[in-house]
């Protein structure tokens, strides 16, 4: 056994850090060297082929890609550090300023979605644990399995655009977002329900299979051996322990969110970065694609940095364990 | 059910891909002028598209593009990960932890954030597109691989392999890559159904196959730009996904079950009952059956107060779940039958490692009991938990307390475990093999502490083991069970007595466990006493006393006639009695 650190807690947090401060690094890198990995002039393919040669020349010269590698690399770190992502490719906009237009209405969006994924998954992922434990309940389980299972495989966008056509269209109850108008929260409803309702299926079944892994655990037996009243058996003794492979499977679906809140953010024009990612991609604008990656990268670095830190809280082993 | 629905699923995707270009090719071409952009029709379930070609035809045709692209990206995905994952094994323990580290930095990153990335890099197109998604789900496909390698790693078969000197490589694929095969063919087949979807999604946005190919993400692109007009044209394309996507996960997981050989216990109503104490535990005609399995078989005692009652036998002789049924734990599809009238009582498990649940402090766990049961207030239940904890002879009971289970030793949960036990007033502690996890020494102090707390209390115990000496140490009388039913009951004096005197145990079996067990006066030269052949499994219908087969004294009376337990034994021809029949004949 390994030696014992004095202050298993501080060690953590200084390791979970570490891992965190690298992540960021390898993210800064990765987006800096995806500039350099496009074939041909990035430059030019940005341009258009249109672009007459000084023009494409003094952009160069601009962006400072006629440097040597390391100094474009020791550039590109300064600017991130004093908050300059450089401009837009086609607009001129600063990258900074769309970043700082778009991201209210995607974080929103993105809270909403996991708020709804978290308060239906957990319950009803444990009491249908509860109901089917052992083997009973063999139709619901079968019910909710397959029903589970169905719109867990459902990718969002396909989800948004059934919504889209049944509620929007078909039924005419809910607004689809337009870019003009202010966005009441009605205009929520839907993209936040086609990103919620995958993750919450898996979610679901996720907690499910953990819960009856915990109801049949010792631990659990023990409880029962201790005569307590089912309501303590599940509250205090299962769901604790539940609650750290929720959280772990919780922060695995936030990278799941930012990821389709890219595609349902297309299918329902929301001015939130995706729709922007999406645009700048296809435009080659490379500088807006680097900040918008940042930010989503770091938005995900930053969740599982803070699952990380409420698993330590909320399960003790996890903290020492791991080399 | 799953069998079939794998086959359709098959079926359903080499149809599609095989002849959904033979049949609808031409259809997806036709250009019909007088029928631009309309809505579901008869000529035309689907709609037209703007050009006026069929909606059902493009997307039945578009389906070998998609598919065929979804199982190159798959492909890639599998190959790099493999290598990837694979490389760790093959270049050591420093270069690993290196690998391993970056892949899992990469691994945190959303795939379709990486496949994004990758496009801009790429560019957009069929191949380019298969590749950025290919790669981007590379690490998740390494991560696998590696876990798995890790996971057979730490097996006898590897260890022997190394121990020959077997190379780094050449353990890679003869050892270890064949022994994670089977996962491995079931997350390509479900990452298979991941990619098709990925892959619609990026033509979807436009980065993926572009004009005038089209795949089902493409279709599904236009038919938004129209929802307004044919929903039939976005729905049509979408559908097709999620099905392809189905058939790929139905595969999977029909892969899944076949290899795991996953099997369902037929599931029946049970109910265990726990009336008011008259002894410390009487238990009639106790049966517990899981479907047709019956592995225990109208088992009848009583233990008085005080008294210590061991349950000896050997692995699967029912002495477990008699001691689970008489708590009432035995969970569905368990079954239980019989009167159950027992005091009450405390379980003292045997593995104090899991029976404690890690993420509650040991005095929450102590004090509920009595919180719950005594209705005492929550500061006087931690009170009398540092109480029960000193009683249990833990030095520092009030900082253990505080303490989570893992920072305990086994011995010292298995003392916790008592300890809570002993919070309410039990008059019965049933113990499971509560020393079977710990070592040696602490065994004894287990023991000691458990006899303690009976004499202290009153409380009497039934200890389940299938160590003899443990339960000679422990209790004064014991039971002696064989495939379900008692088939001795026996003071332990007389299992300790010399068995040729003419006092000891009477039933054949007891006497075989009894030689079973090696002494220091044991001939090491010689093999260690074994019983032969082997104990009816809980399936079998046994005519005639159960033990008959392997039993030295049987007669064609022991294989036809069940002989009924009198009390002390169930024997037809037990030793006490030929001792007797001695005497008489002589």
């Known amino acids: 056994m390994p030696d014992m650190p004095r202050h298993p807690w501080a060690h953590y947090l200084l390791r979970r850090a570490t891992r965190f401060l690298i992540s960021m690094a390898l993210l800064v890198t990765a987006t800096f060297a995806m500039v350099h990995a496009i074939p041909g002039d990035p430059v030019r393919a940005a341009l258009g082929a249109t672009a007459s040669p000084e023009l494409v020349a003094a952009k160069t010269h601009e962006l400072g890609l006629d440097l040597p590698v390391w100094q474009q690399y020791a550039r590109y770190l300064a600017a991130l550090f004093s908050g300059e992502l450089g401009a837009s490719m086609t607009s001129g906009l600063p990258v900074a300023q769309t970043i700082a237009d778009r991201l209210p209405y995607t974080s929103l969006l993105a809270a909403v979605a996991l708020a709804v994924v978290m308060l239906v998954a957990v319950p009803l992922g444990m009491a249908m644990a509860a109901v089917t434990r052992g083997g009973r309940g063999r139709v619901g389980e079968l019910l909710f399995t397959g029903v589970a299972g169905f719109l867990a495989v459902v990718p969002e966008f396909l989800l948004a655009v059934c919504l889209v056509a049944l509620f929007a269209m078909g039924l005419e109850w809910l607004p689809v977002a337009d870019v003009t108008g202010s966005m009441g929260p009605e205009f929520y409803i839907l993209p936040a329900l086609a990103l919620a309702i995958g993750p919450a299926a898996a979610l679901a079944r996720i907690v499910r299979v953990e819960g009856l892994q915990v109801l049949a655990s010792d631990y659990v037996r023990t409880a029962r051996a201790k005569r307590l009243p089912a309501r303590v058996v599940h509250l205090r003794h299962a769901l604790p322990n539940l609650l750290t492979s929720a959280l772990t499977i919780g922060g695995l679906l936030v990278s799941g969110l930012v990821a389709g809140s890219v595609l349902v953010e297309n299918v329902f024009a929301w001015p939130g970065l995706g729709t922007a990612l999406v645009e700048a991609i296809r435009a080659k604008d490379f500088p807006v694609v680097q900040g918008v990656v940042l930010i989503y990268g770091s938005a995900v670095l930053l969740v599982n940095f803070g699952v990380d830190l409420l698993l330590g809280r909320l399960d003790p082993r996890s903290v020492i364990g791991e080399s | ?586």
């Open chain 2, 1 to 586: 059910m799953l069998r079939i629905a794998a086959l359709l699923s098959l079926l359903f995707l080499l149809f599609l891909t095989g002849l959904g270009p033979i049949i609808w090719g031409d259809d997806a071409l036709a250009i019909d002028t007088a029928a631009l952009a309309q809505g579901a029709s008869a000529a035309h379930p689907m709609g037209t598209d703007g050009l006026g070609r069929d909606v059902l035809a493009r997307i039945m045709v578009a389906s070998r593009l998609t598919v065929g692209l979804a199982l190159l990206t798959t492909a890639i995905a599998v190959a790099g990960g493999l290598v990837l994952g694979g490389l760790p094994a093959v270049l050591g323990p420093r270069a690993g932890r290196l690998i391993n580290g970056f892949v899992g930095l990469v691994v945190a990153f959303p795939g379709l954030l990486i496949a994004l990335v990758l496009a801009v890099v790429f560019g957009s197109g069929g191949t380019a597109a298969a590749l950025a998604i290919g790669v981007a789900s590379i690490p998740s496909f390494a991560r696998l691989t590696q876990t798995l390698a890790a996971s057979v790693a730490g097996r006898d078969f590897i260890a022997a392999a190394r121990v020959l000197g077997v190379g780094r490589v050449r353990m890679l694929y003869r050892h270890i890559l064949p022994n994670i095969a089977e996962p491995l063919v079931v997350q390509a087949t479900l990452g298979a159904g991941g990619a098709l979807l990925a892959f619609a999604a990026l033509s979807f946005l436009g980065l993926g196959v572009q004009s005038p190919g089209y795949d089902w993400g493409v279709l599904l692109n236009e038919g938004l730009n129209r929802v307004y007009i044919n929903p039939a044209a976005a729905l049509g394309p979408g559908l097709a996904v999620v099905l392809a996507g189905l058939a790929f996960n139905v595969m999977g997981e029909y892969a899944a079950q076949a290899f795991g050989g996953r099997s369902r216990v037929i599931r029946t109503r049970g109910r265990s009952s726990r009336p008011a104490p008259g002894p410390a535990l009487r238990v009639r005609d106790l049966t517990v059956r899981y479907g047709d399995a019956v592995p225990v078989k109208g088992v009848s005692f009583e233990v008085v107060p005080g008294e210590r009652v061991g349950i000896v036998g050997e692995s699967g002789s029912g002495k477990s779940l008699t001691a689970l049924a008489v708590s009432g734990l035995v969970e569905p599809p368990g079954q239980v039958s019989g009167d159950i009238e027992a005091a009450e009582t405390a379980m003292v498990f045997q593995d104090p490692m899991t029976s404690l649940n890690p993420a509650l402090r040991i005095a929450t766990q102590l004090a509920e009991v009595a919180t719950t049961h005594e209705g005492m207030s929550r500061r006087a239940a931690r009170s009398l938990a540092v109480t029960r904890l000193t009683d249990v002879h833990i030095a520092q009971a009030a900082r253990v307390v505080r303490q989570y289970p893992h920072e305990l030793s086994g011995g010292m949960r298995q003392r916790a475990m008592i300890a809570m036990g002993l919070m309410g007033t039990p008059r019965l502690i049933i113990a499971d093999e509560p020393t079977t996890a710990l070592d040696v020494t602490v065994q004894k102090q287990i023991l000691d502490l458990l006899r303690e707390v009976s004499t202290t209390t009153g409380a009497a115990i039934v200890l389940v083991s299938h160590d003899l000496a443990v339960v000679g140490q422990l209790c004064s009388r014991v039971l002696v069970m064989y495939a379900g039913v008692i088939v001795e009951d026996l003071p332990v004096s007389r299992l300790t007595a010399e068995p040729d005197a003419g006092d000891g145990p009477a039933h054949p079996y007891t006497r075989a466990l009894l030689a079973a067990v090696p002494d220091l006066t044991a001939d090491r030269s010689r093999p260690l006493a074994t019983i032969p052949g082997r104990m009816p499994s809980p399936l079998d219908v046994t005519g005639g006393c159960p033990f008959a087969p392997r039993c030295p004294r049987a007669d064609s009376r022991c294989h036809a006639e069940t002989p009924a337990f009198d009390g002390a034994v169930a024997c037809w021809h037990p030793h006490t009695t030929e001792h007797v029949l001695k005497e008489e004949s002589r």
